[in-house]
């Protein structure tokens, strides 16, 4: 990678670290669909105040289907899972379940895009894995069957977000980030509406000053602007490349939890990280001059 392109990693950690805080913070109090809801919705009508304004072109009629099929992917499905997750599961660990991206991502380019998976990049996939896990068993969070299956709820918005990426980068060649990630938030909004209305929580909305602009933040900063920035390096560098960002997202995700959460950074949850970003280097060749074709 590219040192810009290096920056842009980083910046969109920061983004997508800070979307579980912004979870947590508003599905707990207003339920997880009107959560996920709200983040598309004000995500899409940011996007769409934009190309309007700037008279930019999201062609809707001709790839409508492919909008549906990747608001599906990488916004509908992971981002009910991930706020299902929120309830139980606090910001610093649904920010590290989240590094599994790569590991599903690498599975899928394999069977999907045919790209061959070099020994640094797996042996990168797996020491990642492992920084997961260690970071994961020496969590504060107490186990029960409730968090049990909100770590599977995250554990499946993962392979969404992996076969998301991947379908990007073998559709949507050629188009601007800005159309891609328009066409993908008024997709999933259009898509969550009727989930929305059918799981609308029965109990009473616990609507604190700090429910909106938590919605308004993972809508318009970690979802809108996230996405420009995400397939920017899709198409750029690559898939398998890009959803390194996810190694990088649970130090971000840690940083806004302790701050704003006061949630607690173990020994264990630093010595965890300090392997995945070890990974990083040896995924996206850190280092390594750009091989000639």
């Not at 997508?16 to 899409?44: D, E, M, N, Y």
């Not at 394999?110 to 920084?131: D, M, Q």
């Not at 809108?224 to 959803?243: D, F």
Request: proline letters at 5%.
């Amino acid at each position: 990678m590219k040192l810009k392109e290096l920056a842009v990693l980083f910046t969109l950690a920061a983004l997508f670290g800070s979307s579980f805080l912004f979870v947590r913070i508003a599905s707990p109090a207003i339920g997880p669909f009107l959560t996920s809801q709200g983040r598309v919705t004000f995500g899409a009508l940011g996007l769409l105040a934009i190309v309007l304004l700037f008279r930019k072109s999201v062609d809707f009629r001709l790839r409508w289907k492919q909008y549906f099929i990747i608001g599906a992917l990488n916004s509908a499905i992971p981002f009910t899972l991930v706020s299902l997750a929120a309830i139980h599961l606090n910001a610093s660990l649904l920010a590290i379940i989240n590094a599994m991206v790569p590991f599903f991502t690498a599975i899928a380019v394999w069977a999907w895009l045919k790209e061959k998976l070099v020994f640094a990049k797996g042996l990168g996939i797996v020491l990642g894995l492992i920084g997961v896990v260690i970071t994961v068993g020496w969590s504060p969070v107490e186990p029960s069957l409730e968090v049990f299956l909100a770590s599977l709820c995250s554990l499946l918005s993962t392979v969404s977000y992996a076969f998301g990426g991947v379908y990007a980068k073998k559709t949507f060649r050629n188009c601007s980030p800005l159309a891609v990630t328009t066409g993908q938030l008024v997709g999933a909004t259009l898509l969550l509406i009727p989930i929305t209305l059918v799981g609308f929580p029965e109990q009473t909305l616990n609507i604190t000053p700090a429910v909106l602009p938590a919605v308004l933040g993972v809508a318009l900063f970690s979802t809108a602007l996230g996405y420009l920035l995400y397939y920017y390096l899709i198409e750029h560098v690559g898939p398998t490349k890009t959803v390194t960002v996810t190694f990088l997202i649970p130090p971000f995700g840690m940083i806004w939890g302790a701050i704003f959460l006061d949630e607690q950074i173990t020994p264990g949850m630093i010595a965890g990280l300090l392997i995945i970003l070890g990974s990083l280097a040896l995924i996206t060749g850190i280092g390594k001059k750009r091989s000639r074709e």
